[in-house]
């Protein structure tokens, strides 16, 4: 399984941005889909993860009702929406594929994206 993010961006605070994960491979709807972030200095934690149908969600507490993720199985391709953005969502954010069920440890996730910047101004 290959990934490639992108989206990332320069946005000012309480702007938008949409990330994309674009997938290729036959199984990319067996795999649970996450997202991780890593900002400079700091170690690379969990965003949101996404079920293999879609149908189970689950956020960190620092972005929960503001990022929603998503994905679309017959593009092959995972997305995080993100509104209400503050200057400490900056960081790169890595898309990531698990065969465990909603993982949310970076350990449990055996294929990553090369990653994609997002820089939130104040």
């Known amino acids: 399984v290959q990934l490639q993010a992108s989206g990332g961006g320069l946005v000012q605070a309480g702007g938008s941005l949409r990330l994309s994960c674009a997938t290729s491979?036959?199984?990319?709807?067996?795999?649970?889909m996450g997202w991780f972030r890593q900002a400079p200095e700091k170690e690379r934690e969990f965003v949101a993860a996404i079920s293999w149908s879609g149908g189970s969600t689950n956020y960190a507490d620092s972005v929960k009702g503001r990022f929603t993720i998503s994905r679309d199985n017959a593009k092959n391709t995972v997305y995080l929406q993100m509104n209400g953005l503050k200057p400490e969502d900056t960081a790169v954010y890595y898309c990531a594929a698990s065969r465990l069920f909603m993982a949310t440890t970076r350990t449990r996730y055996e294929y990553w994206g090369q990653g994609t910047l997002v820089t939130v101004s104040s």
């Open positions: 491979g036959r199984t990319f709807s067996t795999y649970t």
